[in-house]
């Protein structure tokens, strides 16, 4: 998890508000889940999605969020599980869904063994957004130029073919933010490798459905 200052800035920028309902897609540990349940407070929901396509993981990823939703003050908080792009079957109406280091996966094997494409998962996620809803993306970047080429070996992804893909869903581009950006990533290697670390080259997006 980022500094307490770099999460106060990143929540402001995926506009998540009191009253608001927030889908956290993948959430793995549960760091952002709990971030955006205090923001939103009682007035609030969170919905805590795991993609069936991963919910056999050794972790137990659903239990996880089921335990998380049983803490006290999270009554705001519902752990639900789907199909990745049957998302919208199991949540209500959002305001934002937040994709935290995940979009690459969505042109993984894993996500894809089921049919899924990244198109589908953004048509779904269109769908779900209320108008002026938000779509959040935060991300390790890849190469310049590199589309979506190093998705599957190198965990990143070339922004621009971000903004390609979601922007062809009918979503429009409303702020870009640089305050997780690394000019000193080689963007060549994994983001678990020791040296890189909690410090790879970040993009942020932030759109929305008109």
Known sequence: MYEQSTVSELTRFARATAGATVIDVYPGDGDWTRVFSD??????????????????????????????????????????SADLVAMPE?????????LHLFYHDL????????????????????????????????????AAGTGTNDAQTLHRIDPAAVRTEVEAAGFVLDE????????????SIKPFDP???????????RFVRP
């Open 39 to 80: 923001v939103v407070g009682p007035e609030g929901r969170v919905y805590s999605f795991v993609p069936a396509e991963v919910a056999h993981f050794k972790n137990d990823p659903v239990g996880l969020m089921r335990t998380l939703a049983k803490e006290p003050g999270r009554e705001n908080v519902e752990a639900v």
């Open 90 to 98: 199991v949540t209500q109406p959002a305001d934002v869904v937040w």
């Open 107 to 142: 042109h993984t094997a894993l996500m894809q063994a089921g049919g899924a494409t990244a198109a589908q998962f953004n048509r779904a996620v269109f769908e779900r957004l209320k108008p002026g809803g938000f779509y959040v993306i935060v991300d390790h970047a890849a």
């Open 176 to 187: 870009e933010s640089t305050m997780l950006a690394n000019r000193d990533d080689p963007h």
């Open 195 to 205: 040296s890189i670390k909690g410090k790879t080259d970040r993009f942020a997006y």
